[in-house]
């Protein structure tokens, strides 16, 4: 069936570094995208979204840059902090409406 | 504005018991969902309401029941408690099932001995 993939469990970065998370959708009716950041024993939060109308989506430190032909949505956190040391998940909207795919997260690491 | 207040936070049960997950949303979302968290498998999707007094059943439905009488509670109810149950359950809302992002309360960590 559908799913959603990360390309790497964990990512190890320094304090200051930009950090990229990448996530590949294989749905080619996916037309709207979440990237979430759950830190340890919380709920999922919401940081970005973006449809499928844009390539490029920007908020405070974070880009989310969507790559419909091959399938590919990234997030990339500028600046990190060992704040933003968390597990992000990509969603996805791809299987008819029913609700929300969700990948199986990646693990940033902040280190001094 | 709390959002998705989720209790409670902890619980353990005995093999066979029986619960029930609080969930209450402020935000006059249409949709609610329940999910469960366990390690290496990503979020699961359990039962999920559109609208008061309709539910429909997610991914992983067996052992568990909800209902939607109000637009703010969506309870889930565990039916005979099995270890296979242990879990972190997380509550969504939101304005649409999938058009927009999903508010999460907090969880509940459930263990089942």
């Known amino acids: 069936g559908e799913s959603v993939g990360l390309h790497l469990p964990t990512l190890s970065v320094q304090e200051g570094d930009n950090s990229i998370i990448n996530c590949a959708y294989s749905n080619s009716a996916s037309d709207y995208f979440i990237w979430y950041k759950q830190e340890s024993g919380k709920g999922p939060q919401f940081i970005i979204d973006?449809?499928?109308?844009?390539d490029k989506r920007q908020g405070q430190r974070v880009t989310v840059l969507l790559n419909k032909t091959v399938k590919h949505l990234s997030l990339q956190i500028a600046a990190t902090q060992p704040g933003d040391s968390a597990v992000y998940f990509c969603a996805e909207n791809g299987n008819s409406g029913y609700a929300l795919n969700f990948g199986k997260g990646t693990s940033l690491l902040v280190t001094p | 504005n709390a959002g998705v207040t989720q209790t409670p936070k902890f619980q353990v049960l005995k093999t066979g018991q029986s619960m029930t997950l609080q969930c209450a949303q402020d935000m006059n979302h249409e949709y609610m969902s329940w999910y469960r968290q366990d390690p290496g498998m990503g979020l699961r999707l359990i039962h999920y309401s559109v609208g008061a007094g309709i539910t429909d059943q997610g991914e992983v439905p067996n052992g568990y029941n909800v209902s939607r009488s109000t637009t703010e509670d969506f309870p889930l109810r565990l039916l005979s408690a099995a270890p296979s149950q242990t879990s972190v359950y997380f509550c969504?809302?939101?304005?649409?099932?999938?058009?927009?992002?999903?508010?999460f309360g907090s969880g509940t960590r459930l263990t089942v001995v």
């Open positions: 973006i449809r499928s109308n844009m």
């Open positions: 969504a809302s939101s304005y649409d099932r999938s058009n927009y992002g999903y508010t």
